[in-house]
């Protein structure tokens, strides 16, 4: 909701080199045909922002978000969607050319990237085949910072309160895929993602 | 194959235009059923009442006359299809009075699948409206899940009460009421669609 951004208003809507961050997903989405976007806090003021930028889109309304988590918000909108759903939180920047690898990807995975904010959620992962899998989200150990990005079959995320790791962790192991990110928490976390794109992205 | 029933509102969810506005326009009296119909819409005066106020503006009109304009009415094509395609699980909730349009759901084959407001007709005249329908009624008979569409105030009861309830603004903004109790909101005919067909 934006609350530790110290910006009244919720984190989709917050606007980095001039852009909403939700806007900034939808340019990287352009080519997909069935973007669901999930309101809550400021849902009107969200609404307005996407239609005016695109108006084939379903919203998906949690209305109890102030007492659930992502992860209530996923499962809503999986309902009746397409056999694989990709989960993109609204306070999160994805490095456009691994969006781009994102989008080709035939089957599930979990995305993270190195450790790098203070409390993060981690993911502990294996190596079989010279391909890394994800094990466990943790708190306390891991070997990447869990960024919140995933593709699963949709019928995997229709039940849950919670995170949406949660929802994730009856299905372990999944593909791990490192995605680089930034994700927009704090006012330092802001400052960093206005950098990273100032500097294309490096 | 879902269980659902589909109840779609009918003014400017099926219908492109709105209808009573439209009769008004053609036959001169717009203003003062514009202002009647936004206030409705937004919920400022109950639907009951403003629909009665609205129906006395219109009782001078030959009812023919009415029923033709409301036939000829420019309608929401692939909503309609959907409708057509899927029709025994479809039914049409509207507020609007048999009299009125009778020639509407014969164009689009929903003669039988309409709950509506009901009027009787003296010679070609509206004598008395003598039952306003009630959407929320109307979603408390429902045995079977059902979905709901549409835009305004007196859809919300409806909408609220279904399992999917889907506020449709692709003709009008969609009411607050609305946006408080849907489960999805949708801005493009094309979206709401795609999405209905894969609740069927």
């Known amino acids: 909701m934006g609350n530790r951004l110290g910006l009244g208003t919720t984190k989709a809507l917050v606007e980095v080199e001039g852009k909403p961050l939700i806007i900034r997903h939808l340019e990287q989405l352009e080519n997909e045909d069935d973007i669901r976007v999930v309101v809550g806090y400021q849902a009107e003021k969200v609404i307005e922002v996407v239609k005016q930028y695109r108006k084939d889109v379903l919203f998906v309304f949690n209305h109890n978000y102030r007492e659930t988590g992502t992860g209530a918000s996923v499962a809503l909108a999986a309902r009746y969607a397409n056999e694989y759903i990709l989960s993109l939180d609204g306070d999160l920047l994805v490095h456009p050319e691994d969006m781009k690898m994102i989008l080709a990807c035939q089957e599930e995975f979990v995305g993270g990237n190195p450790v790098e904010t203070d409390d993060p959620w981690m993911l502990q992962t294996y190596e079989r085949d010279g391909q890394e899998y994800v094990s466990a989200f943790s708190k306390c150990m891991g070997n990447y910072e869990w960024n919140g990005l995933t593709q699963m079959k949709s019928s995997k995320m229709l039940k849950g309160n919670g995170h949406v790791f949660q929802l994730i962790e009856p299905f372990l192991p999944v593909r791990f895929m490192n995605i680089r990110t930034k994700e927009i928490d704090t006012v330092n976390d802001y400052e960093r993602a206005i950098e990273w794109v100032r500097n294309g992205y490096k | ?200």
Not at chain 2, 35 to 41: A, F, I, K, Q, S
Not at chain 2, 160 to 181: Q, T
Request: net charge negative; glycine share 6%; charged share 25%.
């Open chain 2, 1 to 200: 194959m879902s269980r659902y029933i589909f109840l779609f509102d009918l003014d400017s969810t099926i219908t492109k235009q709105e209808i009573l506005p439209t009769i008004a326009h053609k036959v001169g009296i717009y203003n003062e059923m514009y202002r009647l119909t936004e206030n409705t819409m937004r919920g400022e005066i109950p639907f009951k009442q403003s629909f009665l106020q609205r129906v006395e503006l219109l009782k001078n009109v030959p009812v023919n006359e009415v029923n033709n304009i409301v036939r000829d009415i420019e309608l929401n094509e692939k909503i309609v299809n959907f409708i057509r395609t899927n029709k025994d699980r479809c039914y049409i909730v509207t507020g609007n009075l048999d009299i009125w349009i009778s020639g509407l759901m014969h164009r689009i084959g929903m003669e039988s699948n309409v709950f509506c407001s009901k009027a009787l007709v003296k010679g070609d005249y509206l004598e008395d409206v003598f039952s306003v329908i009630d959407k929320n009624a109307i979603a408390r008979q429902m045995i079977l899940p059902f979905v709901a569409v549409g835009d305004g105030n007196n859809d919300a009861e409806m909408i609220d009460a279904a399992e999917i309830g889907i506020g449709f603004g692709g003709v009008r903004d969609v009411a607050p009421s609305v946006l408080a109790c849907s489960t999805h909101v949708v801005y493009s005919e094309e979206k709401l669609v795609d999405y209905l067909e894969r609740l069927v």
